[in-house]
């Protein structure tokens, strides 16, 4: 107890110096967090996708769709418990900035595969009675402030039109992690609509999910669906939900690494620093550290005292900085909700985070500590200033 | 009488270890601000040397991109018939019917699988965007499988390079081209004969019309008929602005993410810079108050400081650019979100963005020793002399 009251009495002693290596800690902690919490979100997407459910859609790309009547073939594959489809909407609300994912999907199936979305049974029953109906997500609703029975228009980018619908239903996510940010609507409306404006586009779906009764068979109820199909005119690609949005990120990975290494490069500037603080400080102190050795303390004794004093330091940084990022986060969600759906900071990001600025303390402190166990008395004691 | 430029240098390099590092901070923190600079400004290049000025894009209306857009037969012949339409030196309209889709490619090295652009072109598609040359072999004949790669598909992708073969539509495509059109969206595209590439994915209508205008400055007349025209459900824009638009995002990400980073970095840099100059100052407080004692005024002391941590950040500033100048070999090739296709473009140095950083480094440096400065240019001479 003593000791850390030294410790804290020490680092302090300077106190411009040690506020602003403290402060200059914090901001790095805070960069070093936010940025973490970016990549995190980056991949949030595959990790809480479902290994068990498998994604068909066409082999040449996701832009081209697959014809509605390889639901039934699908479905005679070995291994197919359930299956749903749908397609990407890509709809727009009012303008291009409150972007959302909107899919248009079969109502029934789609629910059942999908256990994570909790919709009340009245809401779910009104849902799928209506034609028109759609539903959206916890969080959707209440950043638009839409309620149960209000109209909901889109203007369809991929699909042109004014599309009209009526909210059924507001669905919670099982998990934390279930995205709360989606709407979704009859594919039904959408091919009806189709067929009266551009028949040729009718009858035909962008997606296939898959349920599967034995998650062990994922690769082989795969490698059969796609067998189906070879050689047709829609050739198709099936894989697990996971690998499907790891595909998706996989694309943008570049910028991922990018954001990485600066977190990284975050933390070595403050540790040069940090490391620059401690090294003045110690120089400051050599001949208190020689009157000390005098008095009879070892030399790791006062090692420690130097070494506990940068950890001070640096975990008062961190521990602000820490405190800071939930703010942060949260202004980040506010001002660029375009880009992120959600930002929200994990419980691992909080211990990286601790760990860094623990880092940041032990590097800084290395070469004083070295001065201070290897000053001998008499040369600490010539010394002045 | 000023205190002489040497006094400012010397104390640097007495000081090496503490200069080293402050300096390297800084260093660091002008090389994220430069990179992050230069990718931006490499993505706009980019994307605004892709499109031309006296090119019209028409896409279906409220379709974002191309590659959403789909155009009928009918409607393509009415935008054709237009008098805003150039003609060529043979006679023909300078206008392309084309179609552009994404195809799923596997990349060489790593083997995973990227969406590429491909683009089927017609008569005029070249004469329309003068930047794009045919490097190595010959364009695709009209009514067979050929398609022409651009340099950075060919570079990067499996089956992209000459004499390879791509397989979609149920056809093998034979590259029989390689093109180069400098740093431009189009080095990334597949191009091949747009009839073919129809009837292979099975897509009765084209995803756009471009055609070079007559005379530049009949865009807005052009725009308000066709777009006013009850049989067309088009909008046109300009293919330079197109292309603007279709970076936006990406751009304004980059650009987000650059001030964040840099701003919260250089605090960081200017508390590191704050630090080292205040010791200086205390360290000095005895010589400082011999020069006083000399006859040295404030001002003199001020300015000597001042100019030492203007150094630093110089120092810094030139070292962090010249670190970051090597990333103008590196070309990054990332989705665009906007068009869900493969990008590649390189990081830019600029003579602007290289002022800039230099200024910046000095701006941190001053920020980082002002306070300092003025402390020691403050203290009393007496007090000064007396301390040990």
Same mark, same amino acid.
């Given at each position: %107890? +003593?000791?850390?009251?030294?410790?804290?009495?020490?680092?302090?002693?300077?106190?411009?110096?040690?506020?602003?290596?403290?402060?200059?800690?914090?901001?790095?902690?805070?960069?070093?967090?936010?940025?973490?919490? &970016?990549?995190?979100?980056?991949?949030?997407?595959?990790?809480?996708?479902?290994?068990?459910?498998?994604?068909?859609?066409?082999?040449?790309?996701?832009?081209?769709?697959?014809?509605?009547?390889?639901?039934?073939?699908?479905?005679?594959?070995?291994?197919?418990?359930?299956?749903?489809?749908?397609?990407?909407? $890509?709809?727009?609300?009012?303008?291009?900035?409150?972007?959302?994912?909107?899919?248009?999907?079969?109502?029934?199936?789609?629910?059942?595969?999908?256990?994570?979305?909790?919709?009340?049974?009245? =809401?779910?029953?009104?849902?799928?009675?209506?034609?028109?109906?759609?539903?959206?997500?916890?969080?959707?609703?209440?950043?638009?402030?839409?309620?149960?029975?209000?109209?909901?228009?889109?203007? $369809?980018?991929?699909?042109?039109?004014?599309?009209?619908?009526?909210?059924?239903?507001?669905?919670?996510?099982?998990?934390?992690?279930?995205?709360?940010?989606?709407?979704?609507?009859?594919?039904?409306?959408?091919?009806?609509?189709?067929?009266?404006?551009?028949?040729?586009?009718?009858?035909?779906?962008?997606?296939? %999910?898959?349920?599967?009764?034995?998650?062990?068979?994922?690769?082989?109820?795969?490698?059969?669906?796609?067998?189906?199909?070879?050689?047709?005119?829609?050739?198709?690609?099936?894989?697990?939900?996971?690998? +499907?949005?790891?595909?998706?990120?996989?694309?943008?990975?570049?910028? #991922?690494?990018?954001?990485?290494?600066?977190?990284?490069?975050?933390?070595?500037?403050?540790?040069?620093?940090?490391?620059?603080?401690?090294?003045?400080?110690?120089?400051?102190?050599?001949?208190?550290?020689?009157?000390?050795?005098?008095?009879?303390?070892?030399?790791?004794?006062?090692? @420690?005292?130097?070494?506990?004093?940068?950890?001070?330091?640096?975990?008062?940084?961190?521990?602000?900085?820490?405190?800071?990022?939930?703010?942060?986060?949260?202004?980040?969600?506010?001002?660029?909700?375009?880009?992120?759906?959600?930002?929200?900071?994990?419980?691992?990001?909080?211990?990286?985070?601790?760990?860094?600025?623990?880092?940041?303390?032990?590097?800084?402190?290395?070469?004083?500590?070295?001065? $201070?166990?290897?000053? @001998?008395?008499?040369?600490?004691?010539?010394?002045?200033? | 009488?000023? !205190?002489?430029?040497?006094?400012?240098?010397?104390?640097?390099?007495?000081?090496?270890?503490?200069?080293?590092?402050?300096?390297?901070?800084?260093?660091?923190?002008?090389?994220?601000?430069?990179?992050?600079?230069?990718?931006?400004?490499?993505?706009?290049k980019t994307l605004v040397d892709t499109g031309s000025y006296d090119n019209v894009v028409v896409i279906r209306k409220s379709a974002n991109s191309e590659v959403q857009?789909?155009?009928?037969?009918?409607?393509?012949?009415?935008?054709?018939? =237009?008098?805003?339409?150039?003609?060529?030196?043979?006679?023909?309209?300078? &206008?392309?019917?084309?179609?552009?889709?994404?195809?799923?490619?596997?990349?060489?090295?790593?083997?995973?699988?990227?969406?590429?652009?491909?683009?089927?072109?017609?008569?005029?598609?070249?004469?329309?965007?003068?930047?794009?040359?045919?490097?190595?072999?010959?364009?695709?004949?009209? $009514?067979?499988?050929?398609?022409?790669?651009?340099?950075?598909?060919?570079?990067?992708?499996?089956?992209?390079?000459?004499?390879?073969?791509?397989?979609?539509?149920?056809?093998?495509?034979? #590259?029989?081209?390689? +093109?180069?059109?400098?740093?431009?969206?189009?080095?990334?595209?597949?191009?091949?004969?747009?009839?073919?590439? %129809?009837?292979?994915?099975?897509? /009765?209508?084209?995803?756009?019309?471009?055609?070079?205008?007559?005379?530049?400055?009949?865009?807005?007349?052009?725009?308000?008929?066709?777009?006013?025209? /009850?049989?067309?459900?088009?909008?046109?824009?300009?293919?330079?602005?197109?292309?603007?638009?279709?970076?936006?995002?990406?751009?304004?990400?980059?650009?987000?993410?650059?001030?964040?980073?840099? !701003?919260?970095?250089?605090?960081?840099?200017?508390?590191?810079?704050?630090?080292?100059?205040?010791?200086?100052?205390?360290?000095?407080?005895?010589?400082?108050?011999?020069?006083?004692? &000399?006859?040295?005024?404030?001002?003199?002391?001020?300015?000597?400081?001042?100019?030492?941590?203007?150094?630093?950040?110089?120092?810094?500033?030139?070292?962090?650019?010249?670190?970051?100048?090597?990333? =103008?070999?590196?070309?990054?090739?990332?989705?665009?979100?906007?068009?869900?296709?493969?990008?590649?473009?390189?990081?830019?140095?600029?003579?602007?963005?290289?002022?800039?950083?230099?200024?910046?480094?000095?701006?941190?440096?001053?920020?980082?020793?002002?306070?300092?400065?003025?402390?020691?240019?403050?203290?009393?001479?007496?007090?000064?002399?007396?301390?040990?």
């Amino acid at each position: %107890m +003593f000791i850390l009251k030294l410790l804290i009495r020490n680092a302090f002693r300077h106190k411009l110096r040690s506020v602003l290596t403290v402060v200059g800690v914090a901001i790095a902690i805070l960069a070093f967090g936010l940025l973490r919490t &970016l990549v995190e979100v980056w991949y949030s997407g595959a990790e809480h996708s479902s290994a068990s459910r498998l994604v068909t859609r066409n082999a040449i790309s996701l832009i081209f769709p697959l014809p509605i009547a390889y639901k039934d073939r699908i479905r005679q594959v070995p291994g197919v418990k359930s299956i749903s489809y749908g397609n990407w909407f $890509g709809g727009i609300y009012i303008d291009e900035k409150n972007f959302f994912a909107n899919y248009a999907v079969e109502p029934q199936t789609y629910l059942d595969l999908y256990p994570e979305i909790v919709l009340s049974p009245d =809401q779910t029953a009104a849902f799928i009675r209506d034609r028109k109906a759609c539903i959206v997500g916890r969080k959707l609703a209440e950043k638009y402030g839409w309620k149960i029975g209000d109209a909901i228009t889109l203007r $369809g980018t991929i699909f042109p039109g004014q599309w009209e619908f009526i909210l059924r239903g507001i669905y919670k996510g099982a998990q934390k992690s279930t995205e709360e940010r989606v709407l979704l609507f009859h594919w039904d409306y959408l091919n009806e609509t189709l067929k009266k404006t551009v028949p040729r586009r009718a009858d035909q779906a962008g997606f296939y %999910m898959i349920g599967i009764t034995n998650p062990d068979l994922a690769a082989e109820v795969a490698v059969a669906v796609d067998k189906t199909f070879k050689n047709s005119l829609a050739e198709t690609m099936t894989e697990t939900e996971r690998a +499907f949005h790891l595909g998706f990120i996989a694309m943008t990975e570049a910028i #991922v690494i990018a954001i990485q290494i600066v977190s990284y490069v975050v933390i070595v500037i403050i540790m040069v620093v940090a490391a620059n603080t401690m090294a003045m400080t110690a120089r400051e102190r050599i001949a208190e550290y020689a009157t000390f050795k005098t008095l009879g303390f070892g030399a790791w004794h006062i090692g @420690s005292i130097v070494f506990g004093e940068s950890i001070v330091i640096a975990m008062t940084g961190g521990i602000l900085g820490v405190l800071l990022t939930f703010p942060g986060a949260h202004w980040v969600e506010t001002e660029l909700s375009q880009y992120f759906p959600s930002f929200s900071v994990s419980p691992v990001t909080v211990y990286f985070e601790l760990f860094a600025a623990c880092l940041i303390g032990i590097v800084a402190a290395v070469f004083p500590t070295w001065r $201070g166990v290897t000053i @001998s008395i008499a040369e600490g004691l010539r010394r002045i200033g | 009488m000023g !205190i002489p430029y040497s006094y400012s240098f010397r104390n640097l390099w007495t000081r090496r270890l503490t200069t080293v590092l402050t300096a390297s901070g800084m260093a660091l923190v002008v090389f994220v601000f430069a990179a992050t600079l230069m990718l931006a400004e490499g993505l706009q290049k980019t994307l605004v040397d892709t499109g031309s000025y006296d090119n019209v894009v028409v896409i279906r209306k409220s379709a974002n991109s191309e590659v959403q857009s789909g155009v009928e037969r009918a409607q393509t012949s009415i935008i054709e018939s =237009q008098p805003e339409v150039a003609m060529g030196d043979d006679g023909r309209l300078l &206008l392309a019917k084309e179609l552009v889709v994404l195809i799923n490619l596997p990349k060489r090295e790593s083997n995973k699988p990227s969406n590429v652009v491909i683009r089927g072109i017609s008569a005029a598609s070249l004469m329309l965007r003068p930047q794009v040359r045919l490097t190595e072999g010959r364009m695709p004949r009209p $009514g067979s499988a050929e398609v022409i790669t651009g340099r950075n598909i060919a570079r990067r992708f499996q089956g992209g390079g000459m004499g390879e073969t791509v397989r979609f539509g149920m056809r093998d495509w034979t #590259v029989v081209g390689i +093109f180069d059109a400098g740093n431009t969206g189009f080095s990334s595209e597949i191009w091949g004969d747009v009839d073919q590439l %129809m009837q292979a994915f099975r897509r /009765p209508v084209y995803s756009s019309v471009i055609f070079k205008m007559r005379d530049s400055s009949e865009f807005e007349q052009f725009k308000n008929r066709t777009e006013g025209n /009850p049989r067309l459900t088009v909008e046109a824009k300009r293919e330079k602005i197109y292309y603007q638009e279709q970076s936006e995002m990406m751009a304004k990400f980059l650009r987000i993410l650059g001030i964040t980073l840099t !701003i919260i970095f250089s605090l960081g840099a200017v508390i590191g810079a704050m630090i080292t100059m205040y010791a200086a100052v205390a360290q000095r407080v005895t010589e400082i108050g011999t020069l006083r004692a &000399l006859g040295f005024q404030k001002g003199s002391i001020l300015s000597a400081f001042v100019l030492e941590s203007l150094f630093l950040g110089l120092l810094g500033g030139t070292a962090g650019l010249f670190f970051a100048s090597f990333l =103008q070999l590196i070309t990054i090739s990332t989705m665009n979100w906007q068009t869900f296709a493969e990008l590649a473009f390189s990081f830019s140095l600029t003579i602007d963005i290289a002022w800039k950083s230099l200024a910046f480094s000095l701006v941190m440096g001053f920020a980082g020793g002002f306070l300092p400065a003025l402390r020691a240019a403050r203290m009393n001479i007496v007090d000064a002399l007396r301390a040990v």
